[in-house]
């Protein structure tokens, strides 16, 4: 079978490779769907601190079970399954208390094991023991499946900021996680979602298709001035930062109302993790500010069931559905911006 395998930082490969077998404790899949993201470009470009290579990639995975190992039990061939990304432990404090996004002993498919972009898959017995493997709900594609995984990135911020009925939030970034977001802010019952993105021509993408209350391109208005506009002086009630950017993380606390949330959802590049916070508008504000990191097994339910009953549809942020002989060019793609979402099917 090919896969899709990271060697070194520029160094990655599609070559042939024997199909894998499950082991005790394990089941097999057949790849049907996965999803990229800006974490394999990254991957493929520069590498990881916890990937041993060769290592094959992608993490947002989904397709049906064709093998089942010995000692498990409630799967059997055909059945229609999503993978979890992150797996925590299970065992730590953190886990214990339900904190799995946060468990210290995390690891993940596509680092620490062999990910998505390949014919077949072994979902190891560290996913299943955390409950990780969950049927793809009836009604709901392989390609749509795949798409939890980031979405459930999405449902923890949210849960995190505690976006409500009524809130009106802004999400700056118009990649497929801040489309992903827009469309949870109005599932989980805002009174209106506005749209930020430098590019023009990804915000326009992008509006296209979740349709948010305005949309703002910051590279030709003042996006503060512009949010303190559209809400009558007052800012907004959630601002969440879908975009590696400090100059968004600085800007959220002064588009941000009194008692405001704000998510840093999108991580800054690790040479440059600083910004300056004014403490004071922190403080005389009330503000909250959250990270979000990652996602929880239960979150990955939890998207396949927003998806599933069409609270957050899905289908169409997948702009580009590429067999895996042109993974390459869905890298490309991710790099680019041309697109919103890239899925490879196997």
Known sequence: MKVF?????????LEEADEPHAGPGEVRIRVRACSMCGTDVKISTSGHQRIVPPRVMGHEIAGEVDE???????????????????????????????????????????YDF????????????????????????????FAEASVAEPF?????????????????????????????????ARARGASAVYLVELSRERLD????????????????????????????GRGADVVITAAASGAAQEQALRMVAPRGRIS???????????????????HYKELTIVGANGSSPDHNKQALGLIAD?????????????????????????????????????
């Open 5 to 13: 395998r990271f060697y070194a930082p520029g160094d990655v490969r």
């Open 68 to 110: 089942v190992g010995d000692g498990v039990d409630g799967w059997s061939a055909g059945d229609r399954v999503q993978v979890i990304a992150a797996i925590p432990c299970g065992r730590c404090d953190w886990c214990r208390a339900g904190v799995m996004t946060i468990c210290p002993n995390q690891v993940s498919m596509g």
């Open 114 to 141: 062999d990910g998505g972009f390949a014919a077949h898959m072994v979902v190891p017995a560290a996913v299943l023991a955390v409950d990780g493997l969950n049927r793809v709900p009836d009604g709901v594609g």
């Open 152 to 184: 459930a990135c999405a449902i923890n911020a949210q849960e995190l900021a505690d976006v409500h009925d009524g809130d009106v939030v802004v999400v700056v970034g118009s990649g497929p996680i801040g489309c992903l977001h827009v469309r949870l």
């Open 205 to 232: 993408l992008a509006a296209e298709l979740v349709k948010p209350d305005a949309a703002v391109c910051a590279s030709e208005v003042d996006p503060v001035e512009t949010v303190l506009e559209l809400t009558g």
């Open 264 to 282: 840093f959802f999108g991580g800054l590049p690790k040479d440059r993790p600083t910004i300056t916070l004014d403490s004071n508008v922190v």
């Open 310 to 346: 069409g609270s957050v549809p899905v289908h169409d942020l997948i702009t580009h559905r590429l067999p895996l002989e042109r993974v390459v060019e869905g890298i490309d793609v991710v790099r680019s911006g041309a697109g919103i979402k890239v899925t490879i099917e196997p």
